[in-house]
């Protein structure tokens, strides 16, 4: 019923930026928690960002708070995510998706086919 779509990876050196957007079809955004996540080679998908319904709250996992942004813009479908002071260790697909809490955050739907980023030393 929701497609997402991410995009804005690539390839960066040690310290610098990019905004990676997540663009949803369907009619539910709105009313949906987001979320980014990111998997590494030979690890396992982790949490990165949440951001609630409004765009009122945000929650970040360690390791990136104060380096990343999680915002969205339920006007146009589209959640985004402000990367900076990027570090090798951010080297993953990040992917996107509807979350939920409960007492951590649950991806809820299908996932899209995310977008690399990759950061050189």
């Known amino acids: 019923q929701v497609e997402l779509v991410e995009s804005g990876g690539g390839l960066v050196q040690a310290g610098g930026s990019l905004r990676l957007s997540c663009a949803a079809s369907?009619?539910?955004?709105?009313?949906?928690?987001m979320g980014w996540f990111r998997q590494a080679p030979g690890k396992e998908r982790e949490f990165v960002a949440a951001?609630?319904?409004?765009?009122?709250?945000?929650y970040y996992t360690d390791s990136v708070k104060g380096r990343f942004t999680i915002s969205r813009d339920n006007a146009k479908n589209t959640v985004y995510l402000q990367m900076n002071s990027l570090r090798p260790e951010d080297t993953a697909v990040y992917y996107c998706?509807?979350?939920?809490?409960?007492?951590?955050?649950?991806?809820?739907?299908?996932w899209g086919q995310g977008t690399q980023v990759t950061v050189s030393s």
């Open positions: 998706n509807a979350v939920i809490n409960g007492g951590r955050w649950f991806p809820v739907g299908s």
């Open positions: 369907g009619h539910t955004f709105s009313n949906s928690a």
């Open positions: 951001i609630s319904w409004s765009g009122a709250d945000t």
